[in-house]
């Protein structure tokens, strides 16, 4: 993954990756998911599977997307992805773990 000035670095634990996602960015969520779990699994982005497959993304987008009154302050999406669980946190942290 392409280190941006928007995230902070990522860390890695043994099964686990995790990774600071700027939710003002104009990089998608969806696409820093992608990026992120290729990371984790060694492989280009291309050779995972779509993320459409595991979750909708544009739902996925909506969810943690600024709004009027502020970012969301709390909440967490968890879901299977390309054998991977993936937890997206309103903090901004996307989380990966070995299924």
Same mark, same amino acid.
């Given at each position: 993954?392409?280190?941006?000035?928007?995230?902070?670095?990522?860390?890695?634990?043994?099964?686990?990756?995790?990774?600071?996602?700027?939710?003002?960015?104009?990089?998608?969520? !969806? @696409?820093?998911?992608?990026?992120?779990?290729?990371?984790?699994?060694?492989? =280009?982005?291309? /050779? %995972?599977?779509?993320?459409?497959?595991?979750?909708?993304?544009?739902?996925?987008?909506?969810?943690?997307?600024?709004?009027?009154?502020?970012?969301?302050?709390?909440? !967490? @999406?968890?879901?299977?992805?390309?054998?991977?669980?993936?937890?997206?946190? =309103?903090?901004? /942290? %996307?989380?990966?773990?070995?299924?």
């Amino acid at each position: 993954m392409t280190e941006m000035s928007s995230r902070s670095p990522a860390t890695e634990m043994g099964d686990q990756y995790s990774v600071q996602y700027d939710r003002l960015d104009d990089e998608p969520l !969806s @696409v820093a998911v992608a990026e992120a779990v290729a990371t984790f699994r060694n492989e =280009a982005v291309t /050779e %995972i599977e779509p993320l459409h497959y595991s979750i909708n993304a544009d739902a996925l987008e909506r969810l943690f997307e600024p709004r009027a009154n502020g970012l969301r302050s709390g909440g !967490s @999406v968890t879901f299977e992805y390309s054998d991977c669980l993936v937890t997206v946190t =309103a903090g901004g /942290e %996307i989380r990966i773990e070995s299924v």
